[in-house]
């Protein structure tokens, strides 16, 4: 099955691939693995959902559970002005994402829907604060000879650093074919 996905498990859109791994009694489970790519001027965005997920019933209305990690890259990113430069930066993350909703499959040839919530929960985030403020504060001084703690509570409270959320909520809608 082919789907296109918009939020959910990739943050922002991705293409995926599912595939049937059993099915017994009411109950089926496929894994998932989808790509979304958008190249930006000075950043990118980068989407890779894996998953799994397991349908209820035999009819077109399924119940459907899952569980799966992501990779995105660029789903928030932060334009910086520091010294004489400008930059943009954006975050790197891998998120664990759950996921439940509603499917309309008739788990035969034809079109697929779904729309679920799925949170996209930060595992690990890419984005070393301490070596943005060595590489984008060589010979800044905004005020004397700041410490690296100094700098650290200067951009959070400024909000600079590039954050791994999800700006675009927690919900997914899923539009396919079953081949």
Request: hydrophobic share 35%; net charge negative.
């Amino acid at each position: 099955m082919t789907t296109i996905e918009l939020g959910g498990n990739s943050g922002t859109y991705s293409l995926n691939g599912e595939f049937e791994i059993f099915e017994k009694n009411n109950y089926s489970l496929n894994t998932r693995l989808g790509f979304g790519y958008v190249p930006l001027e000075d950043t990118q965005y980068l989407a890779i959902p894996f998953g799994f997920n397991v349908l209820t019933g035999k009819g077109k209305h399924h119940l459907e559970g899952g569980l799966g990690l992501s990779y995105i890259q660029g789903l928030t990113f932060k334009f910086i002005p520091i010294g004489n430069s400008e930059k943009n930066y954006s975050d790197e993350a891998i998120y664990f994402v759950p996921s439940i909703g509603y499917r309309f499959d008739k788990l035969t040839k034809g079109f697929v829907f779904k729309i679920y919530y799925s949170p996209l929960i930060m595992m690990y985030d890419f984005f070393d604060e301490n070596q943005f403020i060595d590489n984008e504060t060589k010979g800044v001084t905004p005020f004397g000879q700041p410490s690296k703690k100094d700098w650290v509570n200067y951009f959070n409270s400024n909000d600079f650093f590039p954050k791994a959320t999800s700006k675009y909520g927690n919900f997914g809608i899923t539009i396919g074919y079953r081949f």
